[in-house]
């Protein structure tokens, strides 16, 4: 086996890297290059099970069924690059994506809708409104300004105590709309005062000291 190879599975499933046993379905394969091209960028390695073991790639189909999830299933299309190893008579496809910069990239879910997708740790997220945002505007030449109000400040001295909160803190402890929440936490997100965290079906947002 090329040590290349060995060493990307080595390493296990993270943020960067995710092993794919087939492609039974291009939408799911779609999500995955979504959700890297949203975030830092990745490889998908298809042939390979959960676990790190080799199963080989079955059908050349699965290489037109990976290109069919990023040229049809994603929105605009992510750009891939497409590599095939031989893993002791064995092939292993994979698929290479870098940080995109068209964000937000979608992709479609089973029921048809298009949804963006996030990169956390092995897992893919819907990103919520707030993350979307983020996105759109970084990278914007106008740049991005804190008008520090009443609502920043209230929010401010509860993250010095607490350390995290979540959109609908932000609501009530600084009595504002959601968009108005949204608006402060993009702010905040931008210049670097505040990162995201999905935790289950939750999104936390915490402070950074």
Not at 24 to 49: C, M, P, W, Y
Not at 79 to 86: I, L, S
Request: hydrophobic letters at 40%; proline letters at 2%; glycine letters at 10%.
């Amino acid at each position: 086996m090329d040590p290349i190879l060995r060493k990307l599975i080595a390493e296990g499933e993270h943020q960067m890297l995710d092993f794919k046993y087939e492609i039974s379905d291009s939408r799911k394969i779609a999500r995955t290059l979504a959700a890297f091209a949203n975030t830092d960028g990745g490889r998908l390695l298809v042939g390979v099970k959960d676990n790190g073991m080799i199963a080989g790639v079955r059908s050349d189909e699965e290489f037109y069924m990976a290109e069919g999830a990023a040229r049809l299933y994603c929105r605009p299309e992510v750009p891939v690059q497409m590599h095939e190893w031989d893993a002791d008579g064995r092939k292993v496809l994979q698929v290479k994506v870098e940080r995109g910069l068209r964000r937000p990239y979608l992709a479609q879910d089973a029921e048809g809708q298009w949804q963006a997708y996030i990169r956390q740790d092995d897992q893919n997220f819907v990103a919520n409104q707030v993350i979307i945002k983020v996105w759109e505007m970084t990278g914007k030449p106008s740049g991005t300004v804190l008008r520090y109000r009443e609502e920043e400040k209230i929010l401010l001295g509860y993250l010095e105590e607490l350390g995290r909160i979540s959109l609908g803190g932000v609501m009530r402890i600084a009595g504002v709309s959601r968009e108005k929440a949204e608006s402060i936490l993009v702010t905040f997100i931008l210049l670097g005062m505040m990162r995201v965290r999905y935790e289950g079906e939750k999104v936390w947002y915490y402070s950074i000291r």
